[in-house]
């Protein structure tokens, strides 16, 4: 997609850069990041702006995702980066652009989604909060098998974009589908690098998560097929129990079972929803 005409505008995307990092600092960095390993935020967003003496002061943007939803495809609007200038907060900055994204999207889409840790910011605007879930499932008995190694960039990345761009859905309940562009961005954003991904041994299989001491949450597995559970399991890090950040539905063999923990954020949605009062996960990799 060709970045929309503000980021082509040297002016205001210098404007809407620095409303995004006086609220996200360290942002535009990854960004950056992001963009140099070939996933590029300016292409694949679309922004919503309020200007005050015609600088952008306040940002909403919009992402179209396409989601495997409930077994089918369908395509949402992703509100995501909602910021204002800190010294133009409470003047309906926001407001104002958040009005200008729904024509958008409503325009288009009958979903919308946003993940946040702020859910009263967006309630005034129809959007609901849907809780989530994750789930455990213990490694199958066997011997210990090569640990999946972090991406090598020079040897991995292009194997990783290719598998990326034509991968298995990873759930049919709910999955992002895109073209690896959400997955990459939100890679960096999260660790400002692509140091959580790991390739399996002598495969063109990917997983990426999150090890603290000894416990391994998994956030996604990114293949031309899915794997077996047995299959994968052995070469993730860490050794006991595997958080699941993610619906498994296609992993059976895992025998998962949901956990009580509370999310670090709400997923929040917007028009029609299959999935309300069903045991679901949105993975970190699909959040934004
Ligand atoms: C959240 C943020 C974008 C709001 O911007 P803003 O321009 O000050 O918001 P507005 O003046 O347009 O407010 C519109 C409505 O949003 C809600 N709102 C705004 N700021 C709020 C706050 N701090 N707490 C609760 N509600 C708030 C109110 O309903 C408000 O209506 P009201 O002023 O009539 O009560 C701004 O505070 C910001 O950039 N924060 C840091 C980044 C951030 O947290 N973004 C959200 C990430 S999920």
């Known amino acids: 997609m060709r970045p929309h005409l503000l980021y082509r505008e040297p002016r205001d995307r210098a404007a809407l850069y620095a409303v995004l990092e006086s609220s996200f600092p360290g942002l535009g960095r990854k960004i950056d990041a992001a963009r140099a390993l070939g996933f590029d935020w300016d292409a694949m967003t679309t922004p919503f702006v309020d200007r005050r003496d015609d600088r952008v002061v306040a940002h909403v943007g919009v992402l179209e995702v396409p989601l495997r939803l409930d077994g ?135 997983v990426a998560g999150k090890l603290v001491g000894e416990r391994y949450t998994l956030f996604d597995v990114v293949g031309h097929h899915l794997p077996a559970w047995s299959e994968l399991a052995p070469h993730l890090p860490g050794s006991g129990p595997v958080t699941l950040a993610f619906t498994p539905d296609r992993f059976p063999q895992a025998r998962a079972r949901p956990l009580q923990t509370a999310s670090e954020g709400a997923y929040m949605v917007r028009g029609p929803f299959e999935l309300e009062g069903r045991a679901f996960a949105v993975p970190p990799y699909a959040q934004h």
């Open 72 to 206: 089918r495809s369908v395509r949402v609007g992703g509100i995501h980066a909602v910021c204002t200038l800190p010294e133009l907060r409470r003047q309906g900055c926001y407001r104002r652009a958040m009005e200008r994204a729904l024509r958008f999207v409503d325009e288009r889409w009958e979903r919308a989604q946003l993940y946040t840790s702020q859910p009263a910011l967006y309630e005034p605007f129809g959007f609901r909060v849907v809780p989530t879930t994750s789930w455990e499932a213990a490694r199958p008995p066997g011997p210990a098998a090569a640990v999946a190694a972090p991406v090598d960039l020079e040897d991995d990345l292009a194997t990783l974009v290719e598998v990326l761009g034509r991968r298995a859905p990873l759930s049919q309940v709910y999955a992002s589908v895109d073209e690896g562009w959400l997955f990459g961005i939100d890679a960096v954003l999260h660790t400002g690098d692509l140091s959580a991904v790991r390739r399996l041994p002598a495969r063109d299989l990917f």
